[in-house]
């Protein structure tokens, strides 16, 4: 049966046991449906191969040559990762577009007597209800934005307020970055359809009766943009601001991004753009505590120097509502749990 879905709730709401992605490695990794496993009909390789035939010589042998690869990995796929499943599976499958890879796969499976159940459109009719969330239809739900200055543990405090049962949008960790000019996160970004895709499956999951609670970001936390409804919606949302001693900030910001702190010369080709905006003088004083191996005092200039001020400045750009002001004596787990608990208990009051 070929289903179709008209809302990205609807989708995610599919029923099925699995959600199987058809489409070669490199789509998948792109972007993809969550929780789908990916069972490729075709890699990589025999697809750009399928498509250069069909393209130079015929479609006719495109579809011959493929039909040939497509079933054969196939075959594969349910003789050693599907071997498991009993008689009462139900799979949901998907290819790019609801064409031929995904109605071969899910035909295989029902000759076997699986309940399988193809989506209409594939990934694209996937695609069109996220975008549509994130570019067309105004969000439905409240924000409020977590602030800060930098150091103040906004993203630990976030999670322990996910913990305590709030409804919290993880920019950072869905975007794979800690959202500042030394921000990167071992293993990189996201794409951006990947990106967006988290932010809109996130949000559909969550009560729009409830706030929802999310960091105050840029419009990029790397080189991943906030889709526009997002980026308006938090530009005119109230606030929470959490604030904290400069000291205790700098011992946060030492331990949380000694990574990068740690390697000399990733960090002075990081910081080196900054000419463009610190003076010679700032940015020769930055480089010698590196040389030096001064952390803490690295740390605590470069705050004092570039990030207090940057903040500062991009605030003052919009006039925000706080609903909250927290002052933290410190910033040690048991700091950032009350807030937490201060946190959740203004969201649940709104």
């Known amino acids: 049966m070929v289903l179709s879905f008209q809302t990205l709730s609807d989708f995610l709401s599919h029923g099925h046991d699995t959600v199987i992605d058809v489409r070669s490695p490199a789509e998948y990794a792109e972007d993809h449906v969550p929780g789908a496993i990916n069972l490729p009909v075709l890699n990589n ?32 796929h ?8 009993d008689g009462g599976w139900r ?10 890879r995904s109605g071969s796969f ?16 594939g990934y694209q009719s996937y695609r069109r209800l996220v975008f549509a969330a994130m570019y067309e239809v105004p969000l439905a739900h409240r924000l409020v934005l977590l ?64 706030p929802v609670l999310v960091e105050a970001e840029a419009s990029k ?24 001693p400069f000291a205790a900030r700098c011992a946060y910001l030492v331990e949380a ?24 003088a700032v940015i020769d004083a ?11 005092a690295l740390t605590a200039r470069l705050m004092a120097d570039h990030y207090d001020p940057a903040y500062l400045k991009a605030r003052s750009r919009y006039e925000v509502a706080v609903l909250q002001q927290i002052e933290l004596p410190g910033l040690a787990p048991e700091d950032r749990r009350a807030a937490a608990e201060q946190i959740l208990a203004r969201l649940n009051a709104l």
Not at 78 to 85: A, F, P, R, Y
Request: a neutral charge; proline letters at 5%.
């Open 286 to 296: 930055w480089f010698a505590l590196i040389a030096a191996g001064d952390k803490p």
């Open 106 to 121: 899910t035909w295989m499976l029902g000759q076997i007597g699986w309940r399988a159940e193809v989506v209409q459109g």
């Open 78 to 85: 349910i003789e050693h990762s599907l071997s498991h499943h």
């Open 91 to 100: 799979p949901l499958v998907y290819c790019w577009r609801g064409g031929q």
């Open 45 to 76: 390789e025999e697809r750009a191969e399928v498509g250069t035939i069909y393209v130079q010589q015929s479609p006719f042998l495109a579809r011959k040559i493929g039909a040939a690869m497509v079933f054969r990995n196939a075959a594969n």
């Open 221 to 244: 936390i790397g080189a991943r943009i906030l889709p526009p409804t997002l980026w308006a919606a938090m530009k005119s949302a109230p606030r929470i601001e959490v604030e904290a």
């Open 147 to 210: 602030d800060g200055l930098t150091g103040t543990a906004k993203t630990e405090i976030l999670q322990e307020v996910a913990r305590l049962g709030g409804q919290v949008l993880d920019l950072e960790g869905m975007a794979g970055h800690r959202g500042s000019l030394l921000g990167e996160r071992p293993g990189g970004q996201p794409s951006q359809k990947r990106f967006e895709s988290s932010i809109a499956c996130a949000l559909a999951t969550m009560d729009p009766s409830k």
């Open 257 to 280: 991004y000694d990574d990068i702190l740690s390697d000399g010369e990733g960090l002075r080709s990081k910081l080196a753009p900054l000419k463009e905006h610190r003076s010679g």
